[in-house]
């Protein structure tokens, strides 16, 4: 579970590129505990011994360009031929090692991905965030997008850091060994003093290095903003061709495609844009990359000449100096040759973490809320002096009070405008601004019937019973009772069952779903509009004798409502606050909190 923060809590500014990192540290670190430690500890360290093997064997084939130079510059044709066979054997270890690192590196990337997929995924979907986080003004721009691309791109890139940088200190610990022994001091005299410069190769590299990683990092500190710019401009590209994806129908028929062409043009300008502000600082940083690039194999040459033309080097002891001198450049420079993967890790990373911070956000807000959940004492619905209000603090729908008990069915009729909407998140525990009580039966469950039923792709049998807990005979026999016999045959047929049933049909279908979930409270939005008035009694009776205990609640004017309701409310709106108008109901008596 995602641990609640306190909003206010949070910095008014982004955080810094090191808190991201701890941050994101803390969200997978769990990763390495619990049910999965066995898991990661077993790629971690099998992936880090290979690492390790895998350098000296790199040491091992750098003493081997010594001998067999050496060899070839004494003419020495048995020592040669020696080191010749003595090749195949350390390729084929060196090939072993690195098909060893491959496999545990990409195993262990996608169980840690998964992990934290996991985890996000948990955190968005459960207690119903995913919704709560739209209403909240706390949800970060396609939260969808992060659980599903930034997480891959904040966790692999990780895995391929630890192996390059465990890699780049044994490399440089080790071949800065051979240039202190190989290459030794060097004899210069300045101004007819001499003097010696002690394992000057050594200090050669160290100080190269120092430069041009110290160069790329001042050139490259805007890098990780742009690419979280771009990033974020991809992300509402790919927002706004889903959105006219999802709402074809009413464009089409609104003939409203010019609005939305302009729509998506202006949203890809601003991300070519954003491209091209990256392309400019990449190509800062490319000066100084392929500059050093072309450099770093000639310095340990010029270097090792004086001392290879004064007889101090054999031919060996310079292609050895020089390959170590390589070696030890790139193991410094190892922020210098990731450091554009490491920025685009810094942006997914952020958004991960922006992610995370919200479900947090979320968690705090709901604890603070005035709306009081309480158990009634006769398992039915009451709602007392409840007034919702929107995030800004403008009421929507004020001073609603009611009393239902079980089994009984009230339509609520009128003027709700955005308070409808309110008051049914309300009822299902989502809407957490303005004041009052909603109490319900303890550990009620509640079931919401919308105009327009979502259905997931998949199977009809997943979407009648998302839990699973009924025989095909039941969900056959349900489906039949709603009036979707035709269905039967195909139940566990996948298809996007939202693109192939009627409004009508999926008001069935939601009509069936409830009577299989046994709800306590069913909540009705005009969830019959697509049915001729005698189909909708016939099946709201249905539903009733499945659940004769349960309060229905029927929102709005859908044909059977008013006639299936055994009590009427009448709302009415003034100065854009929905209030009760009429009612055949009581006030509810004293409220007494007995639990929530």
Known sequence: MLKAVDPNTV????????????????????????GTAGRAWLWSLTLASAIILSVFANVTVNRWNGWFFDALEKKDGESALIAMAVFPVLVLIAAGLGVIILISRETFQVHWRAYVTGKLADGWIGERRFYRLGLSGYEPANPEYRIADDVRW??????????????????????????????????????????????YMVLAAIIYAVLVSGLITWVGRPLPRLIAARNEGEARLRFSLMRIRDHGETIALSRAETGERRAVAATYDTL??????????????????????????????LLAAPKYLSGEMSLGDVVQVAAAFVAVQNAFNWVLDNFMRIAEWLASARRVDELAVALGAIEAGAAESDIAVLASEDGGLRLDELTLT?????????DVSTALPAGATLHV????????????????GLWPWGHGAVALPDGARIAVLPQHLHLSEGSLRAALDPIGGHSDDEADAVLRHYGLSGLVPQIDLARDWDKALTTGDRQRLALARAELAKPDILVLDEATSG?????????????????????????GQSPGFSEAADHHLTM?????????????????????EVGG
């Open 154 to 199: 904040a966790t692999e890139p990780v895995v391929d850091f630890a192996i390059g940088l465990l890699s780049a200190v044994i490399t440089a610990i080790t071949f800065i060994g051979i240039l202190w022994s190989i290459g030794g001091s060097l004899s210069v005299e300045a101004h007819g003093v001499p003097f010696e410069i002690p394992a």
């Open 531 to 555: 049915l001729e008035i005698e189909a909708a009694l016939e099946l709201l009776s249905r539903l009733r004798v499945a659940r004769p205990q349960a309060v229905m609640l029927l929102i």
């Open 413 to 428: 009729a009128g003027e709700l405008g955005h308070g409808k909407a309110a008051l049914i998140q309300a009822v299902a």
């Open 390 to 398: 929107d995030r800004d603090g403008r009421t929507l729908l004020a």
């Open 11 to 34: 910095p008014a500014g982004p955080p810094s590129d090191w808190q991201v990192t701890k941050s994101f540290a803390r969200l997978t670190g769990g990763f390495w505990r619990g």
């Open 272 to 301: 070519v844009t954003r491209w091209l502000a990256m392309i400019r600082q990449r190509g800062r940083l490319t000066w100084i990359t392929n500059g050093s690039g072309a450099l770093v194999p000639v310095v340990p040459l």
């Open 572 to 592: 009415r709106r003034a100065g854009g606050v929905a209030r009760i108008a009429a009612s055949d109901m009581p006030r509810p008596a004293t409220w007494v």
